[in-house]
């Protein structure tokens, strides 16, 4: 069996590519030979590559392809991956083609029964043909010769994300900021590849305004971040919306307590007071992030229920072994 595995902006480091690359290699692990298609804009796709079944990530993107290339798309497995379903649903530019694309679809992958839960509201008469499989996490690497390295005495938050409105990177660096001359020995550390310029020219201004104690250090290849997570002592996520974020899943496995934004994407992960602390607001934001600055113990207490969660729901979870079961009754049925 041969998949075509389509997903947007696959030259970049985002949540999508590490989705897809996970699950390419999962799927090689069956036998099951994959190709992927990067939908990028600018670049004008006519036709798709043969193959057995066709996989589409993010329904606006990949409806958009399937109406542009004259390749036959009938029978075809779509995941909802975060924006597509948070926001682009609720756009009045685009909801059209995420409608159309669910509806046409054989089957429609989600994350998490939240997630399932939100698209049938919408979208009433795809019930029966949207499918829960929770992603796997990655095994990452921990490098010795890693070039950053965390300073003595210090406490460091970690904030994986690329740079684009989204994730609502200011709103740590702010919040942070308001505390940090309390306890002057934290630090904040962000990750991430730039995905929209305007939004990093006002993270960059807020980045020199408040340096050294915030750093940021780009894109590091994701089988290199075991080595950030290993230095961290706290993980943040702080978007307006998320899918199912592949980077507090690897924090929260890694043993990472976790602070995250109450969006439908993080409350599929984190149980508030649990496996990680979730805020609604500022006040919350800064409540919570006194608690695990001063508190040793929560922070070991939260990192190791987050970690038992992971390796419980997350780990060796028959993610490609599902998919592969969906792609043979799709094919049977064409048979």
């Given at each position: 069996?041969k998949v075509i595995?389509?997903?947007p902006n696959?030259?970049q480091q985002?949540g999508?590519t590490?989705t897809?690359q996970?699950?390419?290699?999962?799927?090689?692990?069956?036998?099951?030979?994959?190709e992927v298609?990067?939908?990028?804009?600018?670049?004008?796709?006519?036709?798709l590559?043969?193959g057995?079944?066709?996989h589409?990530?993010n329904?606006y993107?990949f409806?958009?392809?399937?109406?542009?290339?004259?390749?036959?798309i009938?029978?075809?497995?779509?995941?909802l991956?975060g924006?597509?379903?948070n926001?682009?649903?609720?756009?009045?530019?685009k909801r059209?083609?995420?409608?159309q694309?669910v509806l046409?679809?054989?089957?429609?992958?989600v994350?998490?029964?939240?997630?399932?839960q939100l698209l049938?509201?919408e979208v009433?008469t795809?019930?029966?043909k949207?499918v829960?499989?929770?992603?796997?996490?990655?095994?990452?690497d921990?490098?010795s010769?890693f070039?950053?390295?965390k300073?003595?005495?210090?406490l460091l938050f970690?904030?994986?994300a690329?740079?684009r409105?989204v994730k609502?990177i200011?709103?740590?660096?702010n919040?942070?900021?308001?505390?940090?001359?309390?306890?002057?020995?934290?630090?904040l550390?962000?990750?991430?590849?730039v995905?929209e310029e305007t939004e990093?020219?006002q993270?960059?201004?807020?980045?020199?305004e408040?340096?050294?104690w915030v750093?940021y250090?780009?894109?590091?290849?994701?089988?290199?971040?075991?080595?950030?997570y290993q230095?961290a002592d706290?993980?943040?996520n702080?978007?307006y919306?998320?899918?199912q974020s592949?980077?507090i899943?690897?924090g929260?496995?890694?043993?990472?307590?976790v602070?995250?934004s109450?969006?439908?994407?993080?409350?599929?992960l984190?149980t508030h007071g649990?496996?990680?602390f979730?805020?609604?607001?500022?006040v919350?934001f800064?409540h919570?992030?006194k608690?695990?600055?001063?508190?040793h113990d929560?922070?070991?207490k939260?990192g190791?229920?987050a970690?038992e969660?992971i390796?419980?729901h997350?780990?060796?979870?028959?993610?490609a072994?599902s998919?592969?079961e969906l792609?043979?009754?799709i094919?049977?049925?064409r048979k």
């Open positions: 069996m595995l389509v997903t696959y030259h985002r999508n590490i897809v996970r699950i390419a290699e999962k799927l090689s692990k069956l036998k099951i030979q994959t298609v990067s939908i990028t804009e600018g670049h004008n796709i006519k036709t590559p043969s057995d079944m066709i589409g990530f329904a993107h409806y958009k392809l399937k109406q542009e290339v004259s390749t036959k009938d029978d075809y497995v779509v995941t991956t924006t597509d379903l926001h682009d649903l609720f756009d009045q530019n059209k083609n995420v409608v694309c046409e679809a054989e089957f429609v992958h994350f998490s029964e939240e997630a399932k049938i509201r009433p795809v019930t029966n949207v829960v499989i929770p992603q796997d996490t990655d095994e990452l921990v490098d010769g070039p950053f390295l300073e003595e005495n210090t970690v904030l994986p690329g740079i409105h609502n200011p709103f740590a660096i919040g942070l900021k308001n505390i940090q001359s309390e306890f002057p020995f934290i630090r550390l962000l990750v991430g590849p995905l990093w020219q993270v960059k201004t807020l980045i020199d408040n340096q050294p750093r250090i780009g894109e590091v290849q994701h089988k290199k971040m075991g080595t950030i230095q706290v993980l943040l702080t978007s919306s998320e899918g592949t980077a899943m690897e929260m496995a890694s043993g990472l307590p602070l995250v109450k969006n439908n994407g993080n409350l599929s984190v649990s496996t990680g979730v805020y609604e607001n500022i919350d800064y919570f992030a608690q695990l600055i001063q508190h929560v922070r070991t939260l190791r229920t970690q969660y390796a419980k997350h780990t060796n979870s028959n993610e072994k998919l592969s792609y043979k009754h094919i049977h049925n």
